[in-house]
C-alpha cells in the first residue's frame, strides 16, 4: 500500500513577523485537516520541508508540531514520521496545552519537571560532550548573549539552547520526551524572558545561568552541570514569583 503524504496539500505560506510564529502554524495545519485538505493517515511533510515552506526555523516547525499532537491532530510514529491522526489512533494519556501555561500552579508544576529531566539531561551530556558538541553549544550562547532582539528570537535561541543539550546526553528518551514537551518548553521559556525582559538585570541574570551550565558541560563536569541547570530553573521560576526568594 502506498503511502500518501500531505506535502502537497499544506497550504504553506511564509509567516509574518512577529508575534508567536508556532500559533500561526498549528492554526494553519490544523484548518486545513479541518477543512479536508489533508486527511487522516496522510503523513506530514518533514521538519525541514516545513520549516522551508513556513520560512521559520525548525525549532518553531517543533513547536507546532508539539501542539499538534497534544491536541490530538498529528500522531508521531518512530522512525516513520509525523501523520494526520485516525480515529483507530490509541489516544494520549499525557497531555499539555496552552491552558497549562497560563496557570501559575501548572506552570510551576512545569519548571519541577523541567528540573528533573533536564538536571539529568545536562549531567550525561557534561559526561558525553565532543568537541564538536561543546562547538554547536557555544554557537547558541552567542545567539543568546545578543540583546535587544525580539522576544521569539530569544525564545528560539533558548530552546534551542536546551534542545541541544537533550541531543548532547545521547538518550534518544530524554530527546523524544523533551521534544514531545517542546510547546510547553517553549511557552515556560517565553514567560520567563518575558517576564525577564521588565525588570532591569533580570537579562543578564538569565544568560549568567546560560554560561554556567555551557561552561559545567564544556569541561566535562556532569554534577556540576546538574547543579547549574537546576539553579538556573529555581532562578527562573522565582523571577516569574512562581518561589519566593
Known sequence: MTRRTA?????AKPIIRPNRLSDRIVEAIRDDVEA???SPGDRLPTEAALSAAFDVSRTVIREAVSRLQTEGIVVSRRGSGVYVAKAGDAPRTFRMGPADTEEMVSLREIFELRIGVESEAAALAAARRSRSDVSSLRKILGRLSAGGRPLEIGVEADVAFHRRIAEISQNRQILRFVDFLSFVLAEAIRAARANS???EGWSGMAYGEHVAIFEAIETGDPEQ?????RQHLIQAQTRLGLLQS
Do not use: D, H, L, Y
Not at 506535502?7 to 497550504?11: D, S, V
Open 197 to 199: 525582559a521588565k525588570q
Open 225 to 229: 552541570a546538574r547543579q547549574a541547570i
Open 36 to 38: 479536508g485538505r489533508v
Open 7 to 11: 506535502a502537497a496539500k499544506i497550504r
